[in-house]
């Protein structure tokens, strides 16, 4: 891989999920309802994080799930989606909000709603992304959205966070991984 740009440091992010909490709570009217639902691994992070910057400015816990969406993704088998449990995740006529690091394709928002559909029917499904890179395969638009960043299909877009890579950050890298 090349050359490294960083986009975001940790202020720039904390700012963004800050921001991103208000819109939450100002489309919402509120959090009655409201469920977190974070994709694995980075997402699920993003996700509780969003809910302590809830709980901050709201005062009210929000509940916060983790969402795997590999086996429902549409280029693997599709019989491993035929013979995946459904999630264990309460969204039946909850007004969820399905969180990713970076929106891309659209192919693994794809794969999570159909995850999620196999837990129950949500009242609504509104996506936040950190980061919304373009490119969409897909007619999916993200609700709420931390940083907008125009990037060449051959660019990469990688978010780090403290929990698992011991540093805040998002940098767009030339070239593929």
């Not at 489309?27 to 977190?36: A, C, E, P, Y």
């Not at 509940?63 to 459904?86: K, M, Q």
């Not at 990713?100 to 659209?106: A, C, E, F, I, S």
Request: glycine share 6%; with cysteine.
């Amino acid at each position: 891989m090349a050359q490294k740009t960083q986009i975001m440091d940790e202020a720039a992010m904390r700012r963004s999920l800050t921001r991103m909490a208000h819109e939450i709570l100002e489309r919402n009217k509120g959090l009655d309802d409201v469920v977190l639902v974070g994709i694995v691994t980075r997402g699920a992070i993003l996700a509780e994080r969003l809910g302590r910057k809830l709980f901050e400015i709201e005062g009210q816990r929000v509940p916060c799930h983790r969402l795997d969406p590999r086996p429902y993704r549409d280029d693997r088998d599709r019989s491993v989606a035929a013979d995946a449990p459904a999630p264990e995740i309460d969204v039946a006529d909850r007004k969820v909000i399905l969180v990713d690091d970076v929106l891309y394709t659209g192919r693994t928002v794809r794969a999570a709603l159909d995850a999620m559909m196999r837990a129950g029917r949500a009242r609504c499904v509104q996506l936040a992304a950190l980061v919304d890179r373009g490119h969409r395969e897909l007619p999916i638009r993200p609700d709420f959205v931390g940083k907008n960043v125009p990037t060449a299909r051959d660019e990469q877009v990688i978010v780090r966070l403290a929990e698992v890579d011991g540093v805040d950050g998002v940098w767009i890298a030339e070239g593929r991984a």
